[in-house]
């Protein structure tokens, strides 16, 4: 059975009327999935090893570290960060 950890929060548009104004507000609310490391690393093709390596000298904090685990959890967010951060190795690379 899979423990894993997520939080889901939907992203859609809420319009709420205003008594004040007579009109409409639209309030926005995100999505995003909390995944365990093990989980975010096979998403990104990254190693764990290099995941932890990245928290430890601050390039990509995990969202949410479980205060008695220690487990990391990382969002779909960080999915796009994290491919930002390999891009710019990759270029530092090549030069």
Same mark, same amino acid.
């Given at each position: 059975?899979?423990?894993?950890y997520?939080?889901?929060?939907?992203?859609?548009r809420?319009?709420? $009327?205003?008594?004040?104004?007579?009109?409409? !507000?639209? !309030?926005? *609310?995100?999505?995003? #999935?909390?995944?365990?490391?093990?989980?975010?690393?096979?998403?990104? *093709?990254?190693?764990?090893? +290099?995941?932890?390596? $990245?928290?430890?000298?601050g @390039? @990509?904090?995990?969202?949410?570290?479980?205060?008695? +685990?220690?487990?990391?959890?990382? +969002?779909?967010?960080?999915?796009?960060?994290?491919?930002?951060?390999?891009?710019?190795?990759k270029? #530092?690379? @090549?030069?």
């Amino acid at each position: 059975m899979d423990k894993s950890y997520h939080k889901v929060v939907l992203n859609f548009r809420l319009p709420l $009327y205003s008594p004040v104004t007579g009109g409409y !507000r639209i !309030r926005h *609310k995100e999505v995003s #999935l909390t995944y365990r490391i093990g989980q975010f690393s096979k998403l990104s *093709k990254t190693t764990i090893k +290099t995941l932890r390596y $990245y928290d430890e000298v601050g @390039l @990509l904090k995990p969202e949410v570290v479980d205060d008695f +685990t220690g487990y990391r959890f990382y +969002t779909t967010d960080q999915l796009v960060k994290l491919h930002y951060i390999q891009l710019v190795i990759k270029k #530092l690379k @090549l030069r």
